[in-house]
């Protein structure tokens, strides 16, 4: 019995500029903010972010976000309603890493289903400051998110793709799942 697939779309642009349900965040384990993803989510949010972020520190998460795992706020001022924060994990060569950067995806659909989020939005993962080839971190998402999404839960997973080269990989990697 196969299941119904969600739409997966890819769109070049803004992340933070995404109408949906849930934007997930390219996070690094302090959950406080950094760069690319990370930065460009705390600052257009506002401070609403960084204080739910606070509060996860001061309570569940005292030691920051595992590699691999995720975690809801909300989204502050950005059109989306909330922010899935995901760590994902710096690439490796010597160390295959691919198994904590599929975990990224799948728990943070996992975390979509529970806050009731039927459109989600995805970054490229890993792609940027932590090294991952962009085309190999395509595949990985491409596959993850067609394996563990379904219609029931999804109407659509999106993929925002900061410039051409990343949408390309994606695009290539989509067109190879046929």
Known sequence: MSRSQPSLTLVR??????????????????????????????????????AACRDLRASHYGKGLATGQSVATTAGELPARHVIHTVGPVYSPREDRSGLLAS????????????????????????????????????????????????????????VLFDVDAYTAFQEALDARG
């Open 13 to 50: 642009g803004d992340i933070t500029e995404q109408d949906v349900d849930a934007v997930v965040n390219a996070a690094n384990s302090s959950l406080l903010g950094g760069g690319g993803v990370d930065g460009a989510i705390h600052r257009r949010g506002g401070p609403a972010i960084l």
């Open 104 to 159: 990224c995806y799948r728990t943070a659909l996992g975390v979509a289903r529970e806050i009731g989020a039927r459109t989600v939005a995805f970054p490229a993962v890993s792609t940027g400051i932590y090294g991952w080839p962009m085309d190999d971190g395509a595949r990985i998402a491409i596959r993850t998110v067609a394996e563990a999404a379904t219609a029931e839960a999804f109407d659509e997973i999106r993929f």
